[in-house]
């Protein structure tokens, strides 16, 4: 606390007012890679967890329960970052969680325990759910000086950071050590955010003035009770969509394997479907907005994702399943980053931090529950699940179309 203290001191004394367009445009690129850089850290991670299984020679029980640790240190830590944020700012919050992330995804090769692993994927966790509040809510702040609906634009970039780590990891798997690899991620990461938080900490983040309350100290407003009932809302909204995808990031290639007799190889295809064509959603969701507004983003976002999900747990073939997944990853692609952008325009970083909670609640309730209602009944029904739920978040979304902000 005193270092950020210290931190926030220094950089008001040189920052300069976030007027211009030039301005605006250095900071959307700083904001662009602080994503980037979220989805390549964690991608970086996620594809050495069998190493580390192996180095910990932890149960796949007890590994299970140490992954725990980046769950419960991201929820934890959310909405305490909101809190930060709204003392500090966004911008000194971002840049300190980068760089504790940067330095924890070094830690889970120096254990030898379950125990450890899951202490220091802890660590690792909070700053994962302490960046994703901070470049949200610094998003926000952004979107509403731009006056453009961007959103979707940075989080097509943590997609691409993820698909960028996923494939270096790939390369370097058979070649270096994890503990040398992830090692070179720390410094990746260390040198990302210093290039980037050099150019996010010269200015102060953008703070469009809010009519007919007092702004707090950082220029932020209390909620009113019935924002904060829009704000359960959309987080939702969040928890709907992002059920889909971690349900589809666990247990697609198995469906593909179990139910449609694929090669493993292809298997794996399955979610590379699903996440090129989310990215490819998040890339035109600017566009998509501008044309159409939020509401009908949300909406048809939902309802093609319910479709696509339908066709995919339901088909007779690999490859009919394929294009469902890539529907899915179509359909859900917009709905997060619009469902965080207008729960951080009701209450900045509070309402970023609430939606993303629930959000990230959805993501660690999805796995499981597709689990046992494949015990209790079959994994293609469990997977319609994902369906339900896209279809209830657009219903939700037509809903409260009039009770938002900005709905288009």
Same mark, same amino acid.
């Given at each position: 606390m005193p270092t950020l203290n210290k931190i926030r001191t220094a950089i008001?004394?040189?920052?300069?007012?976030?007027?211009?367009? $030039?301005?605006?445009?250095? !900071?959307?690129?700083?904001?662009?890679?602080?994503?980037?850089?979220?989805?390549?850290?964690?991608?970086?991670?996620?594809?050495?967890?069998?190493?580390?299984?192996?180095?910990?020679?932890?149960?796949?029980?007890?590994? %299970?329960?140490?992954?725990?640790?980046?769950?419960?240190?991201?929820? *934890? $830590?959310?909405?305490?970052?909101?809190?930060l944020c709204q003392r500090f700012g966004s911008h000194p919050v971002t840049v300190a969680a980068a760089l504790v992330m940067s330095l924890g995804i070094a830690?889970?090769?120096? $254990?030898?325990? *379950?125990?450890?692993? %899951?202490?220091?994927?802890?660590?690792?966790?909070? *700053?994962?759910?302490?960046?994703?509040?901070?470049?949200?809510?610094?998003?926000?702040?952004?979107?509403?000086?731009?006056?453009?609906?961007?959103?979707? +634009?940075?989080?097509?970039?943590?997609?691409?950071? %993820?698909?960028?780590?996923?494939?270096?990891g790939g390369l370097v798997a058979g070649h270096l050590s994890a503990t040398r690899h992830l090692l070179l991620l720390t410094a990746i990461g260390l040198v990302v955010a210093a290039v980037a938080g050099r150019a996010l900490l010269a200015h102060p983040a953008p703070r469009p003035p809010r009519a007919g309350a007092a702004p707090d100290p950082v220029g932020r407003r209390r909620a009113t009770g019935r924002e904060r009932r829009l704000i359960t809302v959309f987080g939702v909204i969040a928890l709907c969509t992002a059920y889909g995808e971690g349900a589809l990031a666990d247990w697609g290639a198995l469906h593909l394997e179990q139910d449609l007799s694929a090669r493993p190889g292809l298997a794996a295809v399955g979610y590379s479907a699903f996440a090129l064509?989310?990215?490819?959603?998040?890339?035109? %969701?600017?566009?998509?907005?501008?044309?159409?507004?939020?509401?009908?983003?949300?909406?048809? +976002?939902?309802?093609?994702a319910a479709l696509g999900m339908l066709i995919g747990s339901l088909a007779p073939t690999v490859w009919v399943a394929f294009a469902g997944f890539a529907v899915t990853g179509l359909g859900l692609a917009n709905i997060f980053p619009v469902a965080i952008g207008r729960a951080g325009e009701l209450a900045g970083p509070a309402g970023v931090a609430a939606a993303s909670t629930f959000g990230y609640g959805g993501m660690l309730l999805g796995p499981p529950a597709i689990g046992f209602?494949?015990?209790?009944?079959?994994?293609?029904?469990?997977?319609?699940?994902? *369906?339900? !739920?896209?279809?209830?978040?657009?219903?939700?979304?037509?809903a409260t179309r009039r009770a938002g902000v900005r709905a288009g």
């Open positions: 008001l004394r040189g920052q300069r007012p976030v007027s211009d367009t $030039t301005a605006l445009r250095r !900071l959307r690129t700083a904001l662009t890679l602080f994503f980037a850089l979220d989805g390549f850290l964690f991608a970086g991670w996620v594809v050495r967890i069998p190493a580390i299984k192996e180095q910990t020679g932890a149960s796949a029980g007890d590994l %299970g329960m140490a992954l725990l640790g980046v769950s419960a240190g991201a929820v *934890a $830590t959310m909405m305490v970052t909101g809190r830690l889970p090769p120096l $254990t030898h325990s *379950a125990l450890t692993l %899951g202490l220091v994927l802890l660590v690792f966790g909070a *700053a994962y759910g302490g960046i994703n509040v901070a470049m949200n809510s610094a998003a926000v702040d952004l979107v509403a000086a731009l006056r453009r609906p961007v959103m979707p +634009g940075f989080h097509a970039a943590f997609s691409v950071g %993820g698909m960028l780590g996923a494939g270096l064509a989310m990215t490819v959603g998040r890339l035109s %969701g600017t566009a998509l907005l501008e044309r159409l507004g939020q509401t009908r983003v949300l909406v048809a +976002g939902g309802a093609t209602l494949a015990d209790w009944f079959s994994l293609p029904v469990a997977l319609t699940t994902v *369906a339900a !739920l896209s279809a209830m978040a657009a219903l939700i979304a037509y």
